[in-house]
Nanobody, 125 residues
Framework: QVQFVESGGALVQPGGSLTLSCAAS????????IGWFRQAPGKEREGVSC????????SYVDSVKGRFTISRDNAKNTVYLQMISLKPEDPAGYYC??????????????????WGQGTQVTVST
């Protein structure tokens, strides 16, 4: 059974840090491009970061560049999103997804084959 399980979401103060995990089962993350997406209430889903299947190249939306880092640990079959300097505009449900495309994209929808259930990130004082 193909499954993604996200974890690591929490309540943090502005300026704080979190690392989100996306553990895969039923498939190997190294065989896929992996994307992290987020969606806040009343807003459209936004691609945050992704790592490509072909060469592990990475992409980030401008608003998180320099603050978020995506990585994969093939031994643990897990992809991570390290987030620092969290801002009040970062809170959302964060979701990981897998694509068979050789190069990942921050455009979600049908370009991604598998989606996780999400983990909630809240930034508040």
């Amino acid at each position: 059974q193909v499954q993604f399980v996200e974890s690591g979401g929490a309540l943090v103060q502005p300026g704080g840090s979190l690392t989100l995990s996306c553990a895969a089962s039923g498939f190997t993350v190294d065989d896929y491009g992996i994307g992290w997406f987020r969606q806040a209430p009343g807003k459209e889903r936004e691609g945050v970061s992704c790592i490509s299947r072909l060469d592990d190249s990475t992409s980030y939306v401008d608003s998180v560049k320099g603050r978020f880092t995506i990585s994969r640990d093939n031994a643990k079959n897990t992809v991570y999103l390290q987030m620092i300097s969290l801002k009040p505009e970062d809170p959302a449900g964060y979701y990981c997804a897998a694509t068979e495309l050789p190069y990942c994209t921050l455009v979600g929808g049908p370009t991604y084959d598998y989606w996780g259930q999400g983990t909630q990130v809240t930034v508040s004082t």
